[in-house]
């Protein structure tokens, strides 16, 4: 997280500005005055248990004959005529398992999409975790935390991240677990209410999320002494003790951030019984643990050089021996200590936070590929990675093209990214609301998402990545095969069982291969259409699809193919940032 954590001119741009804003205020309109939203949808859950019922509303439903059809990857598993705004359906048996499902109707000349929804069957979050956050707990009426939470259900995110909530970072919870703290300062001297916290656990635990605290593993206030906190467990940046090492903060903030050594076994027990506090009073599901990267060379209070790595494995082992039911995640700030992280086998999935030394989009594959041999891979990877996080240093709006080329490229690797809370996150401090997002944006975001869940056995449940060739064959397009280069389009092949995968991914006019959009300049690409393509491959082909979450909902697209010598040509309808293209075999 806070690498670079509450820059001066950070608080300068947003928290002067911040505390003028209405509470509740999500940044998102209306999803029903979208100006393409005729029809817009929502489940009452972020993800289901296999069996369990889902509860759809529409916003409104046009006259006529309405049909409404499920389906899972390219299989249509049924039907039913919509007889009113509000049905449900009962999830099948299958664990881990995405659906789409579409509302349309027909006409003499074929079918319309009208709306499309995601839906997550999943028992359990950590299969495909898709994390958003919190960042403001002033006292709030109880419609403004439903509509954050809904809005962040309608994203189908399943775990929420509680940033910046706690009293002291040595003392989170305010007061005792006798006699809770009604409100108190944070850490930026911001108002707390514990009703808010409780409200907005309560709110995530109705939508099947979980409820996830934030702290680091080793930070305490400049008045941890009387709390108990022993000298003897801080680190130093001498082999003297005379020097602790500090994160330096200046007013507003109450205090700067000594550290602690996190592999100090009394340490660890008097946070872990803090953290028991935490959880007596509120019912949070698990510890989102955080770092500040690489500190150097540091020294315990005996002098011995201290293995921060080492003392993030032993912290989290410790985390969980004292609270085995709670779940755990940690940030690999920049992949720092990921090995040790990922190799306790005590967290939930991979979460790295990333900056300007991996800012490129081949660092995102680069960094799910070390997570994946780290894990042997059985976690997923979740990213915090902030867009346009110059423009950021200003009131503005989010550079749309910037933020879906990106996302893009993370879910068509199999991995998340943290973005979505309040307002879209734009800096490590994620109170920071600089910018907002356009309705364009608001409304791609919402088909992404339902992308990410409904096709999520094929972004991100196994398979292997492998290299397709792709060519063009009426010049509208040039193809590269991965990693990324400018002026094409970049194929990006996962083989999963018998269907074989191929991403396009369109750098074609990108101006950058950076993920970062520093300074929201990424353009946006022309969409192309009706461009005919050759394909290399060697299997058998019986049939092909397609599905963009730029193109009506993410609803599947059969496409007539012809066989060629060295494999298949298809027609692409259109693409403009990804699309995504399905291979099949009786």
């Avoid at 902030?386 to 879906?404: I, K, Q, S």
Wanted: proline share 3%.
């Amino acid at each position: 997280m806070k690498r670079n954590m509450f820059l001066s001119a950070i608080l300068a741009g947003f928290l002067l500005v911040s505390c003028n804003k209405e509470l509740g205020y999500t940044g998102f309109v209306d999803p029903d005055a979208g100006k393409n939203a005729e029809i817009s949808l929502s489940t009452d859950k972020a993800a289901y248990a296999p069996g369990e019922t889902v509860t759809f509303t529409a916003s409104q439903m046009p006259a006529g004959a309405i049909y409404i059809r499920y389906r899972h990857l390219g299989e249509n598993l049924g039907e039913q005529a919509a007889t009113g705004t509000s049905w449900t359906w009962t999830a099948p048996d299958e664990d881990f398992t995405g659906y789409l499902v579409e509302v349309y109707q027909k006409s003499s000349e074929g079918e319309t999409i009208l709306a499309t929804i995601g839906v997550d069957v999943s028992s359990d979050w950590t299969r495909f975790p898709r994390y958003g956050f919190l960042s403001s707990f002033g006292e709030m009426p109880q419609s403004g935390i439903e509509g954050v939470i809904d809005n962040l259900n309608r994203h189908h995110i399943n775990g929420v991240q509680f940033q910046d909530w706690h009293y002291k970072h040595h003392w989170p919870l305010g007061g005792t677990r006798e006699n809770p703290l009604a409100s108190y300062l944070d850490i930026a001297s911001r108002t707390t209410y514990l009703s808010t916290l409780q409200a907005y656990i309560d709110k995530i635990h109705s939508c099947g999320m979980k409820a996830i605290f934030y702290n680091l593993c080793f930070g305490a206030l400049d008045d941890a002494a009387q709390d108990g906190v022993n000298e003897r467990w801080y680190i130093f940046q001498d082999n003297n003790h005379a020097q602790k090492d500090v994160h330096a903060l200046s007013a507003p903030f109450k205090s700067s951030i000594y550290l602690l050594d996190p592999g100090n076994s009394e340490w660890q027990q008097y946070i872990g019984e803090r953290n028991d506090d935490v959880y007596a009073v509120l019912d949070f599901d698990g510890y989102q643990i955080d770092q500040l990267g690489s500190r150097g060379t540091r020294y315990n209070y005996d002098g011995q050089t201290v293995d921060l790595p080492g003392g993030y494995a032993s912290f989290i082992r410790a985390m969980k021996s004292l609270h085995p039911q709670k779940r755990l995640v940690m940030n690999a700030v920049s992949g720092y200590g990921a090995e040790q992280i990922v190799g306790t086998g005590q967290v939930d999935f991979c979460y790295n936070e990333m900056w300007g030394s991996e800012e490129q989009f081949s660092d995102l594959r680069s960094t799910i590929e070390a997570n994946d041999t780290y894990s042997n891979g059985t976690l997923k990877t979740v990213f915090a990675a902030y867009m346009n996080y110059d423009l950021a240093d200003n009131m503005g709006t989010f550079n749309t093209p910037g933020v879906l080329l990106t996302n893009a490229v993370i879910f068509a690797l199999g991995g998340a990214h943290l973005e979505l809370g309040e307002h879209m996150l734009c800096k490590e401090y994620f109170p920071n609301s600089n910018l907002g997002m356009s309705s364009e944006l608001q409304e791609a975001m919402i088909a992404y998402y339902d992308f990410l869940v409904a096709y999520e056995n094929l972004l991100r449940d196994g398979g292997e990545l492998n290299d397709v060739t792709v060519r063009s064959t009426d010049g509208k397009l040039s193809f590269a095969a991965w990693a990324p280069t400018l002026g094409n389009v970049v194929t990006l092949g996962r083989k999963v069982g018998e269907r074989q995968v191929i991403h396009l991914l369109n750098f074609s006019q990108a101006n950058s291969l950076s993920w970062r959009d520093l300074n929201g300049t990424m353009p946006e690409p022309q969409s192309v259409e009706s461009a005919t393509v050759e394909i290399d491959t060697q299997e058998p082909v019986d049939r092909v699809w397609m599905a963009s979450p730029d193109i009506n909902g993410g609803a599947v697209r059969e496409l007539a193919f012809e066989k060629t010598a060295s494999g298949i040509a298809v027609t692409l309808p259109s693409i403009k940032y990804w699309d995504m293209l399905v291979l099949e075999q009786d």
